[in-house]
Every structure is written in C-alpha cells, then in structure tokens.
C-alpha cells in the first residue's frame, strides 16, 4: 500500500492514504503506543480537520477519546481506525467530509509498524554552539538568521520583538537540552529544515566535549513558527525528528511531553516524529501543505488541520505514491 492510492485495505502496515469511495483505512496520523490510555486525543478544539486517517496501535479501551464539542473532519472518506476502541464523549463527533455525514471509528486487524522507520537518522554535523544558546531581542543571531549544525544544550529562542529570526536550510541537530521557541518568538524556517532533537551522550558526543541530557521540543508562549522540512535529500518531507533511542520516562511518555502549541499563525509543512515520547500539538499546515504526524501519544488540544498535498517535495520521498518503490509501503 502506498500513500496517496486510491483504494487500499487494512493490513499490517496501513500506512497508505485513504480515497476510495468506500471508505478505507491508510493514515497520516498515528499513535504507536500499543497500551496507553487515550493514546491519540482530542480536547479543547473546536474543530479538527484531517485528509488522511488516523491510526490508533493502542489495545485499550479508550485508545481513541474526545471530549468536549469538537468535531473531527475526515476528508477524502478518511477513517479513524483503532485496535483498542474508543471514546466520544459529550457532544464529539467524526464527520465523513465527502459524505456529509456523521461516522464512527472502525477498529483495524492488526497494529501499525513504525511507517517512518526507514528514515535515516543524522550521524553527524558542524558545531554551531558548544553550550546551550539563547536568542532573542537582545541576542540576536548574526544576519537574524540561525545556521543548521549541532547545537550542544539546546537552542532557545525568547522575544523577538517583531523581528523575524530565520533559520537557513539544512538539518539542526539538539545534542541535548531541546529546542525552544517561547515568549513571542517569530521564527520562519521555510528555507527546508529537520530540527533532529537527541542527546550528547557517553556514545555519541555530536563534537560536543562534554555530555547534555535529552530535554523535549517545546513551541508555545504566543511563539509563532511558520515551516517546511526540506523537498529532497534524505531527510525529505521530515519537519521534527525525535532520536528513535530516546526513552526518557521508561513506560510513561507522557512525563515531559513534546509540545508544540505556539500562535495561532503557527503552520508546518511536514512529518513530525516522535517515535518514543507524547506530542501535544495545536497548529496547522500551510494552504494547499501536508502534515504527517507519527508519535508514542498524540493530544490535540487546539483547532488544526492535516494536509496530504505532497506534490512540493520530490519523487523521492516518504509519503508520496511512487511508479519504481519507495516511499510508504506495504
């Protein structure tokens, strides 16, 4: 099965998009815990808007919970499928879009593998900071502009104050300490960039001459970033990518959560993947944009919308249908 087909059925690895008329699983969202309690939430938005399915790997029986008035648009008569079951509780509801009708969650065979697994992890990069960096009003970058590389300890960036900091093209490593843009930061990193968030350890120093925790990815604080992951290259189409090592709480990802829940102008174009720890997120895509997310948990806490518009990136990519392999497949 491959992303963007037009009819795909339930299998191991339902990973394709969903556009057949009949209504079929595939996913441009899925929650990978296998046991969690509302392993893929959604709380506190109006409403949700998604092109492609969602996928819930969680055997519990609220594996899938709403509360609240919210509604979860499914376009292109995408499901939401989950092996456990689900919740929708108060006044929720999924909506079939092409249907014009309420529907339900179904409930999927067999878990979903890791559809991102394939993507290779970064080895290596320039240091750009050897400590943890601040930015902001009063600290700003040269050119207003950051450069990819390993940034050891982390990259915040506070209050711009109006001024936009841009981030140059290229892949931003966190050797620990996070990435953090708070405090009415503007950020546009639409020139294509992966921000990679790991750790400086004993294994892998990333250059950084000394060891710096692993801290999560946090956008809030009225922060606005505006982004897109790069359109070719290895890491094509891939916007966050979490180290696929990182376990920071053992069996509860959802002590120190990733959180991107910045302004309401807030807008990626591409993959966010955070194979081992919760994403709580409220944005949206850009217009006519794609948004992949691929996460242990998922909370949506604020009105959002999932794109599946591929066609910015090139034939060799992750999600989009390809003619000689490649990309999300069965």
């Known amino acids: 099965m491959i992303l963007g087909r037009n ?8 990973v394709a998009m969903t556009t057949s008329s009949s209504g079929s699983i595939g996913g441009v969202i899925f929650a990978l815990d296998p046991t969690a309690s509302r392993s893929f939430q959604i709380a506190g938005a109006t409403s949700v808007t998604s092109a492609g399915s969602a996928i819930v790997d969680s055997n519990s029986s609220q594996a899938f919970e709403m509360e609240g008035t919210e509604t979860f648009y499914m376009q292109n008569h995408s499901k939401v499928g989950v092996y456990g079951n689900w919740q929708l509780n108060g006044q929720t509801q999924v909506w079939d879009v092409a249907s014009n009708a309420k529907t ?5 065979a067999s878990r979903v593998a890791d559809p991102l697994a394939a993507v290779p992890a970064p080895t290596s990069g320039a240091v750009v900071s050897g400590s943890a960096v601040t930015y902001d009003m009063n600290h700003k970058p040269t050119n207003n502009t950051l450069q990819p590389g390993v940034y050891c300890g982390g990259l ?11 981030m140059a093209a290229g892949t931003y490593i966190m050797a ?6 708070q405090s009415q930061a503007i950020i546009d990193a639409t020139a294509g960039v992966t921000v990679y968030n790991t750790s400086a350890s004993a294994s892998n120093m990333w250059g950084c001459g000394s060891t710096h925790a692993y801290a999560p990815i946090s956008i809030d604080g009225q922060a606005t970033l505006t982004m897109k992951a790069p359109a070719s290259g290895s890491l094509t189409g891939i916007a966050f990518f979490e180290d696929r090592s990182t376990s920071v709480t053992g069996s509860n990802p959802t002590l ?3 959180k991107i829940v910045g302004g309401a102008t807030t ?3 591409g993959a966010l ?7 709580q997120f409220s944005g949206t895509n850009s217009v006519s944009g794609y948004m992949v997310i691929v996460a242990d948990m ?4 604020g009105n959002s919308t999932f794109g599946n518009n591929y066609s910015s990136l090139s034939s060799s990519n992750y999600f989009a249908p390809q003619s000689t392999g490649g990309g999300l497949v069965e």
């Open 267 to 269: 807008k990626i174009d």
């Open 104 to 108: 339900n969650p179904v409930t999927i």
């Open 256 to 258: 120190n959560p990733n």
């Open 176 to 181: 620990g300490g996070g990435v953090h843009f």
């Open 7 to 14: 009819s795909v059925s339930v299998a191991a690895r339902a």
């Open 156 to 166: 915040t960036v506070n209050n711009t104050n109006g001024a936009t900091f841009k």
């Open 298 to 301: 998922f909370v949506i806490n």
């Open 273 to 279: 993947y955070f194979h081992n720890t919760e994403l």
